[in-house]
């Protein structure tokens, strides 16, 4: 059968007369209420609505589609009887159209004065619906709504079953599931729970027909921009895998609707280009330009390093996006690294930005407790800290052992490291290592020197264990053993301080010719006190009457005049007492240790050492400089690196003979040369001679030291005391060059492990 449509029963100026019906209507009156529906057709009318797939197969048959509104109304019955003929078209299509179209119907009785009381019974007449029928009006976005308002509109269209699905699968107010978890709560397949979903989706593009979802999207491009790239102009491919839960879900839904996914959306305003996006407020080409540059700058220059100082001249905003998006290098915290960095190397950047921070040296002991302090999650160890320095030798310089401070910029935030690595030392908790017999023997016997460590080693080592591993065990875990003065090692929980020094009645370690002769040759040449744990003024009281009764006359009146009772803590009389003797007695007579061969350049490396302490301590002594060199403290070899100083203008000789004996002072191109000097460190990871720094110095220095020899001295007074009094100093110049080769193999090692 052919559907055909009729004219109105009502003329127009019928319908126009009614405007002005009384209050109350006749709702039987349906002549009436038809004159009121315009001719709009069906299919025009809800084209934008949702609705079921066999609805909207019927409304788009023809002889539906274009009947007017009017019509479908008077010819009802008809109607409904061609649907229920359909195939697959029953009487649930049929109600759900007359649902949709109540709405409208309803809408224009009021449009034309029925009152609203009466609206409902108006509109189930001429629908052949219950008048109790909740009847929703064909409403529009709210105007002038933002993104998340207007998703939030469109999930409220929405049936409940649906809502459920589409939260549930988007995250949206609950964590986000598989079609395999929502289809057992629901008792359905994954299949089915898939083409509900789509079904759902389909009825939210319906509704967002007329909405500016478009348009929102678009206008919140920079909003999602900043909180994926955190500002930048760039973002990786794994920030942007890794940064996608920052965004609202609401947002991958109304991406969803628009049929596009995040990555294709922001396609649209950032372009590809390496290992991720590049914001089109940058020039794609401009920046391989930049990170050209960058390689060619950065050639053989280690890696990690500032940022800030791999770009020099270049605009950080490029740097950045070179950097990480065509040279694939990971940028954190303000340091440009190769790749992702593992623990170590993060351990390695977070030390140099706290040794940065700290503005000078350190010793392991004290950046330990301020590395635990700063990432008290990485339960690192001294030994730890000592191989990674090691192995970026480009961020820190060794001054002596022990001791170290960080050469090059920082980053502007403290790098972090995670605990995924165990301490290098964790097996030192077996008792059957060399640190934990070690640790037993101090424990028992107290501070004692190396060299009866060693000579006691077979019994104080476990069963297959060298004594050439005793004095590295020492040196490695400067936070276990604290080396209290030259060649004698201590525990921490050893108390060794005033009170400990006055009342002890042995104190071989210290009460001895050696201790005391050392210490004079400090005190004249300028060390201060702290130098070694033990060289304060109580210890120096001690020394003093000691000598008095035991030592060698040279060695007593020596003492005496670099003495400081002023200082000792003992009474009035007892202080003038001992300032009256250093008048009367005191003349320093101590010798030092010379070295028959000629001294050429010392490394240029040991240079910036040296004149980084000197910065640090204001004044710098020869026995300072000998501990920088890792020779033994008397030699006379650190009047070449002296002399380097002096030449160079970094430091200035103190007047009279034998200069190189007592204190320098800061020079007036300190300062310069020690700029120069860190930055081709940095830049390089060593230092030598043959390079452009190096030939810029040697230029500068006086042609004796340039030609290789070392400065005239004045006469050197031999020394009384053997090679085997010096084990450590010996020790430390013997295998200072295989310990560091050691440690950086064991770096290397570690890292490639990671």
Not at 190 to 200: D, F, G, K, N, P
Not at 218 to 227: F, I, K, L, M, S
Not at 295 to 307: E, N
Not at 726 to 741: G, K, L, P, V, Y
């Amino acid at each position: 059968m052919r559907l055909t449509s009729s004219s109105s029963a009502r003329s127009e100026a019928d319908a126009t007369s009614f405007s002005g019906a009384p209050a109350r209507l006749d709702v039987g009156e349906i002549g009436q209420l038809m004159a009121l529906i315009d001719e709009t057709a069906v299919g025009e009318l809800l084209a934008d609505r949702p609705m079921s797939v066999r609805l909207k197969r019927i409304i788009g048959r023809p002889e539906l589609a274009g009947m007017s509104l009017r019509s479908l109304l008077q010819q009802r019955l008809m109607v409904e009887a061609w649907m229920l003929r359909q195939p697959n078209c029953g009487q649930r299509s049929v109600s759900e159209l007359m649902t949709h179209l109540a709405g409208y119907v309803r809408a224009q009785l009021g449009r034309y004065g029925v009152p609203d009381d009466q609206l409902g019974e108006a509109t189930a007449r001429l629908l052949g619906i219950p008048a109790d029928l909740e009847i929703g009006l064909p409403d529009d976005p709210p105007p002038d709504c933002s993104l998340f308002d207007l998703v939030d509109w469109l999930l409220a269209r929405l049936e409940p079953r649906q809502l459920d699905i589409i939260r549930r699968r988007f995250g949206i107010g609950c964590a986000d599931e598989t079609l395999e978890e929502i289809g057992r709560s629901y008792n359905l397949t994954r299949e089915r729970i898939r083409q509900l979903e789509s079904r759902a989706l389909s009825e939210l593009r319906l509704h967002s027909r007329r909405s500016r979802l478009k348009a929102l999207l678009d206008e919140y491009r920079p909003v999602t921009w900043d909180r994926l790239a955190d500002g930048k102009a760039h973002l990786t491919a794994a920030q942007l895998n890794r940064r996608e839960s920052r965004l609202d879900r609401r947002l991958h839904l109304a991406l969803a609707i628009r049929g596009l996914g995040l990555e294709r959306w922001i396609a649209g305003f950032a372009s590809r280009i390496g290992a991720g996006r590049l914001h089109h407020r940058l020039n794609r080409d401009h920046v391989k330009r930049v990170a050209k540059e960058l390689r060619l700058s950065s050639r053989g220059r280690p890696l990690p390093r500032t940022l800030d100082h791999a770009r020099g001249s270049i605009a950080i905003e490029e740097a950045a996006a070179a950097a990480e998006l065509v040279l694939r290098w990971h940028l954190e915290a303000g340091y440009a690294y190769p790749k992702k960095p593992a623990t170590r190397l993060r351990r390695a950047t977070a030390l140099h930005w706290l040794l940065t921070r700290l503005g000078g040296p350190a010793e392991v002991r004290e950046l330990l407790d301020r590395y635990h302090a700063a990432v008290p999650h990485d339960p690192c160890s001294d030994r730890d800290l000592v191989i990674v320095m090691e192995a970026a030798r480009h961020l820190f310089v060794e001054i002596w052992e022990g001791r170290w401070q960080a050469v090059g910029p920082a980053g502007d935030i403290p790098p972090s490291a995670s605990a995924t690595v165990p301490p290098a030392d964790s097996e030192q908790a077996n008792e059957n290592t060399i640190t934990a017999a070690l640790e037993r023997e101090l424990l028992r016997v107290g501070p004692t020197r190396l060299g009866e460590l060693m000579a006691r080693a077979r019994d104080i080592l476990p069963s297959g264990r060298s004594a050439n591993s005793l004095a590295p065990t020492l040196i490695m875990n400067p936070a276990r053993f604290i080396r209290v003065l030259p060649g004698v090692y201590a525990l921490p929980s050893h108390k060794l301080g005033e009170e400990e020094i006055l009342s002890a009645h042995r104190l071989d370690f210290l009460l001895n010719e050696k201790q005391a002769r050392l210490f004079g040759l400090a005190r004249r040449c300028g060390e201060p006190w702290g130098r070694f744990p033990l060289w304060s003024p109580a210890a120096e009281m001690r020394l003093c009457r000691w000598a008095r009764a035991n030592a060698a006359p040279s060695i007593f009146r020596s003492l005496l005049s670099v003495a400081s009772p002023e200082e000792w803590p003992t009474d009035q009389s007892d202080r003038q007492m001992w300032l009256d003797l250093r008048r009367s007695h005191g003349r320093f007579e101590l010798g030092y240790s010379r070295r028959e061969d000629r001294v050429g350049r010392p490394p240029l490396e040991r240079i910036l050492a040296a004149g980084l302490q000197l910065r640090t301590e204001g004044s710098i002594g020869f026995m300072t400089v000998n501990r920088i060199l890792g020779i033994r403290l008397d030699s006379s070899n650190a009047a070449t690196v002296l002399a380097v100083l002096t030449g160079s203008a970094m430091a200035v000789a103190p007047d009279g003979g034998a200069s190189w004996q007592r204190p320098h002072l800061p020079g007036r191109r300190l300062d310069q040369w020690l700029e120069a000097l860190s930055e081709a460190h940095h830049s390089d990871g060593q230092l030598a001679w043959q390079s452009d720094v190096g030939a810029a110095l040697g230029q500068a220095l006086d042609a004796r030291v340039t030609d290789g020899l070392s400065p005239e001295m004045d006469p050197v007074v031999p020394a009384d005391f053997s090679d085997e009094d010096d084990e450590f100093e010996r020790f430390i110049q013997d295998h200072r060059r295989a310990i560091a080769e050691q440690r950086r193999e064991d770096a290397l090692n570690w890292l490639d492990s990671e």
